[in-house]
């Protein structure tokens, strides 16, 4: 069965500083995987997907993320965070047999101090 | 402007009564899909509509009715059976359904279902 895991429930990160945002998955076949932000009390805003081609993914509001067959995982990381930043982030994977149906973790929130 | 709408934001829900959640897309997306969001968690599906006049459940339906009527509209009903429904509940859309390569879910802005 696949699943997501988000181990960091809030990272809390100075104005300006690089952040990672860690995501590991588990899966016994190919994969498509997701970032989404979720600001307070809205819905989802995708941020980038990995599909297949190039490891590293580019997204918006300055996001990257890359992807690691071999180590099951799909990080997402930020040179440099703006105050406007500080929401939560959404991993998910989807089966490419089955690529309808998403599996979220359970989400990090990103919190920013100036 | 296209996207997806959900009303009403806020929604107050009686012990034993039905209530019904809106979900509408402009986005001409013949896939929709219910999630329910609780704190701390990620999002389970509860409902999936890949095509009008059909659905199929997710991972927690028991409780959670849907129909499809019309591409656009996909409105769930959380039913007196569901004994736990105060949550984050988000619609979502996509072109296809998966049944292509893999298309991007579009959210709505969710609503927030409680009990009094």
């Known amino acids: 069965a696949q699943s997501v895991t988000q181990l960091d429930s809030q990272v809390p990160v100075f104005e300006e500083a690089p952040v990672e945002l860690r995501c590991n998955y588990s899966?016994?076949?190919?994969?498509?995987l997701f970032w989404y932000v979720q600001y307070p009390n809205q819905g989802l805003q995708l941020l980038l997907k990995y599909l297949s081609g190039s490891t590293l993914v580019k997204g918006i509001n300055g996001f990257e993320a890359e992807f690691n067959k071999s180590q099951t995982s799909f990080h997402l990381r930020k040179p440099s965070v703006h105050i406007s930043d500080t929401a939560e982030y959404f991993c998910?994977?989807?089966?490419?047999?089955?690529?309808?149906?998403?599996?979220f973790g359970s989400g990090t929130r990103l919190l920013v101090r100036p | 402007d296209g996207g997806i709408t959900q009303s009403p934001k806020y929604l107050f829900r009686k012990e034993g009564q039905n209530v019904t959640l809106s979900c509408e897309q402009n986005?001409?997306?013949?896939?929709m899909y219910w999630y329910r969001q609780d704190p701390g968690q990620g999002l389970r599906l509860i409902y999936y509509?890949?095509?009008?006049?059909?659905?199929q459940k997710g991972d927690i339906a028991e409780g959670y009715s849907v129909s499809r009527e019309k591409k656009e509209s996909f409105p769930l009903t959380v039913t007196s059976a569901q004994k736990n429904p105060t949550a984050f509940y988000l619609c979502?859309?996509?072109?296809?359904?998966?049944?292509?390569?893999?298309?991007?879910?579009?959210f709505g802005p969710g609503t927030r279902l409680l009990v009094l």
């Open positions: 979502a859309s996509s072109l296809a359904g998966g049944t292509l390569i893999q298309e991007t879910q579009y």
């Open positions: 899966s016994s076949v190919s994969v498509y």
């Open positions: 998910a994977v989807s089966h490419m047999d089955s690529s309808y149906k998403l599996i």
């Open positions: 986005l001409n997306h013949d896939a």
């Open positions: 509509s890949q095509i009008v006049n059909d659905f």
